[in-house]
């Protein structure tokens, strides 16, 4: 392909007919016909807020008894996810909530809206997510909007200080050019009145368009049409790199900070051209305040602000007005976020001169993740065999490393009989003799600020960064090594402020440990029983026993053809796997066989995968049979006889098909689970020789 044809073949990709849409402009009038058309695009910017996130759609689930709605916008499907919210459904909740009322005008919209919560806590992420989604709403037909700016011909330069074309500066509602004393009228006959959401144009211009409607008014001596010959109505996009609707202020440096920073500044350049400071044309309104006119602007931890700002932002809350230097009061339609963490509210609720600014904000937790899943969602979105190229993340690796976070986060149960692991397992979702949904959420109203402590994800993120670059595995990482990174980590980690917390931290890692272990042992016993045959063998041999038992019947020895009591033995060993109590055994036993009735009733053949209990016990059981054939504890001495390693290899194969690991780390985990069965026989010598 030659340079023009890839060219070429490039300029083709161009949607040329949305870029005119974007890039659409018309009279004033023609632009009345569109408002009567689609309101829609007169909405402030709470509305447009709130219909942005609505629009996405949600979903609606029951947890704990209550009901939650999932907000698909959070879950950023746009950027691939990129910046997608896990497990804050009910936060979020909150916040979509004081958006609605404020889109309705019930107050909220006179509010600073303050994230509040502990570092890394996904704060400055919904910010971002805003505005990124205003940038992409507004380029939709649904989220349009638009502006204005000045047409003046060279005999009426004098008005725009030597400009054929002046964009107004605050990119205004164009109908803020009706007259206050006429948008009654206008409201009326755009059809605004009768909505079931008021749509309503309040305020008045700013002072660089009100100055040149006045002078324009006067030319014409008060005939609009001809001051509306002079606008022209243009669709605006909101974009922060293009301080177009999208602004955000970051307290620096007390020294080197202004207000004007938020209000704009004086030009002084133009002041010798105008001849006074107090004209409109020799002011710059590019504070951001000004930028964020008709979306959002973002305070980055709003309570470091100089008390200096804090007048500008009350009145830019309360009032929806800031007061540029020189000027009048002039009226602003933008959201305010900020979010801060935790110390700084502290400061915030001990600070009288703050009172004023506790008043005006409604605060919205945003605590960490204290569901096990929703935490995994997070570190498997950045650590998984699609991103991570030349290293193997063995199985439960992120799994651990999430659940010690989430440990770190909970509060001890009070008054239950109950660990913090299980505490986990609860609210995760998992079931627990003697705990219902009510003791799940009793657990979580006496668990006040749960969540507002503990470890953020971005620790355990940098855990997992140093084990993936680390020298001690070659293809793989496993839980181990991230765990001994997490460790390691807590002897210098600047926000573990005493040592009961840092000694709480280490004896959650040894939690997480112990549980892993269960774990991996269980997947190693359910790879040595997985021959599906021997399984099956096994099963009919218990069904046979536990229909004679029943039935009071004798069984037939396949062997020696000779009629024989049931085997108590064998299916007390399978029974006793899943902790069936002999007082419940022949409870359990009629089960099984009127589960079977049931199924030849309906045509249907028994088949034990079908029946979890069952399944499990004859797993550890044939596991139990076959454990010591295998010898695995062998591995652990390295010297292990031909017939062994033939069969430890099979496991190993199915480790690798069935649980996901890789060669290495399938090997680690025999090793390990070995070592551990080893300790667990010496253990039992132990005992028996004593």
């Known amino acids: 392909m030659s340079q023009n044809e890839l060219l070429s073949s490039i300029i083709a990709q161009q949607d040329r007919a949305h870029f005119d849409d974007l890039h659409w402009e018309g009279s004033f009038e023609a ?5 009567k058309n689609d309101s829609r695009v007169a909405r402030n910017s709470f509305q447009r807020v709130y219909d942005m996130i609505i629009e996405m759609g949600r979903t609606e689930y029951i947890d704990s008894r209550k009901q939650i709605f999932h907000y698909n916008f959070f879950d950023d499907p746009h950027h691939n996810g990129k910046d997608a919210i896990f497990g804050l459904d009910i936060p979020l909740m909150r916040f979509v909530n004081v958006m609605r009322s404020a889109a309705l005008g019930y107050g909220t919209e006179k509010r600073v809206i303050l994230l509040h919560g502990p570092v890394g806590s996904s704060k400055s992420t919904i910010a971002r997510l805003i505005k990124k989604g205003l940038e992409r709403y507004t380029r939709t037909e649904a989220g349009r909007l638009y502006s204005f700016e000045w047409h003046l011909p060279k005999e009426l330069h004098h008005i725009s200080g030597g400009q054929d074309v002046v964009m107004d500066p605050l990119h205004e509602e164009p109908l803020k050019l009706i007259p206050q004393d006429l948008r009654p009228q206008m ?15 309040k305020g008045d211009l700013n002072p660089a368009s009100r100055y040149i409607f006045r002078l324009l008014m006067e030319h014409y001596q008060g005939d609009l049409s001809k ?3 002079h606008v022209r109505v243009k669709r605006i996009v909101m974009s922060e790199k293009d301080r177009v609707g999208i602004g955000t202020f970051q307290p620096k440096d007390e020294k080197n900070q202004d207000s004007t920073e938020l209000t704009g500044d004086i030009n002084y350049r133009k002041i010798a051209e105008f001849g006074s400071d107090s004209d409109p044309r020799a002011f710059n309104f590019d504070g951001e305040f000004c930028v964020a006119n008709r979306g959002i602007i973002e305070f980055v931890e709003i309570l470091k602000l100089d008390v200096a700002f804090l007048y500008d932002l009350l009145g830019a809350t309360q009032e929806h007005r800031i007061k540029p230097k020189k000027f009048a009061q002039t009226d602003i339609d933008e959201v305010i976020i900020g979010h801060t963490n935790e110390a700084e509210y502290q400061k915030l609720l001990s600070n009288e001169f703050m009172e004023a600014l506790r008043d005006r904000t409604v605060k919205i937790d945003i605590p960490y993740i204290t569901k096990l899943k929703e935490e995994i969602k997070i570190y498997q979105k950045d650590y998984n065999q699609e991103t991570i190229k030349g290293k193997h993340i063995a199985p439960h690796t992120v799994e651990m490393a999430a659940m010690w976070a989430v440990l770190t986060r909970l509060e001890e149960p009070k008054g239950h009989n109950l660990n913090v692991l299980q505490k986990l397992k609860l609210y995760d979702g998992k079931s627990l003799p003697g705990f219902t949904e009510d003791s799940v959420k009793e657990l979580r109203k006496t668990a006040i600020r749960e969540g507002m402590d503990g470890m953020s994800a971005r620790y355990v993120q940098d855990k997992i960064s140093n084990a993936l670059v680390s020298d001690k595995s070659q293809t793989s990482i496993n839980p181990f090594l991230v765990l001994n990174e997490l460790e390691s980590g807590l002897k210098t ?6 040592e009961d917390e840092r000694r709480r931290y280490r004896e959650l890692l040894q939690v997480v440990r112990l549980e892993y272990e269960d774990i991996v042992k269980n997947e190693v016993q359910r790879a040595i029983s997985a021959d599906g045959d021997a399984i099956g063998r096994l099963c009919s041999n218990y069904i046979d026993n536990i229909k004679a038992y029943t039935q009071k019947e004798r069984v037939k020895n396949k062997y020696t053809g000779q009629d024989e009591e049931p085997d108590e033995r064998l299916m007390r060993a399978i029974e006793e796997k ?7 055994k022949d409870d359990f036993r009629r089960e099984i066989m009127n589960y079977i009735g049931a199924l030849a009733i309906d045509g249907k053949q028994f088949d034990y995968t079908t029946n979890e209990r069952l399944h499990k016990a004859l797993e550890l059981k044939l596991f139990e049979d076959q454990k010591d054939t295998i010898k695995l504890t062998t591995l652990v001495s390295n010297v292990v006889d031909r017939d062994t390693q033939e069969k430890i290899d099979i496991v190993k194969d199915r480790l690798i098909k069935n649980f996901g690991y890789n060669d290495e780390s399938a090997t680690d985990v025999l090793n390990f689970v070995a070592s551990l069965f080893a300790r667990g026989d010496a253990k039992s010598s132990d005992e028996g020789s004593s």
């Open 493 to 498: 980690h600047s926000l573990i402020t005493n």
């Open 187 to 201: 409201s009326r006959t755009l059809g605004l009145d009768g909505l079931d959401r008021p749509i309503r144009t």
């Open 578 to 584: 899943i902790d069936i109590p002999e007082s419940r």
């Open 227 to 229: 001051v509306y010959q």
């Open 31 to 35: 632009y009345l016909d569109i408002v």
